[in-house]
């Protein structure tokens, strides 16, 4: 059992940066892949981007490719989203995931645990 926290959204202007975090606890965070979806108001939850157990490889969708970067910290069992040029379709839901992360599969990832999500909105 992984219990998944995120932490760090908040409002911003159309433009800026934010860092959202996930800390995670329970069992063996490091064997999980670990990813990060959105939820916009009306929509449903869409994937946004995951890093693999070991943070070799990286998958995004193109809509954030070149502004946000996934990076993961396995000694502080947290997974970490930057999130820059922050455009106002960018508000939603940030919900961190756990669980297999493989490149061959659209979208690469399938999730075992959720965390509750974080508000990200940006004002234009």
């Known amino acids: 059992q992984v219990q998944l926290v995120e932490s760090g959204g908040g409002l911003v202007q159309a433009g800026g940066s934010l860092r959202v975090s996930c800390a995670a606890s329970g069992h063996a965070f490091s064997s999980y892949g670990m990813g990060w979806f959105r939820q916009a108001p009306g929509k449903p939850r869409r994937f946004v981007g995951a890093?693999?157990?070991?943070?070799?490889?990286?998958y995004y969708i193109d809509s954030v490719k070149g502004r946000f970067t996934i990076s993961r910290d396995n000694a502080k069992n947290t997974v970490y989203l930057q999130m820059n040029s922050l455009k106002p379709e960018d508000t939603a839901v940030y919900y961190c995931a756990a669980g297999v992360v493989d490149g061959r599969n659209r979208p690469p990832m399938d999730v075992d645990y959720w965390g509750q999500g974080t508000q990200v909105t940006v004002s234009s």
């Open positions: 890093i693999t157990w070991s943070g070799d490889r990286t």
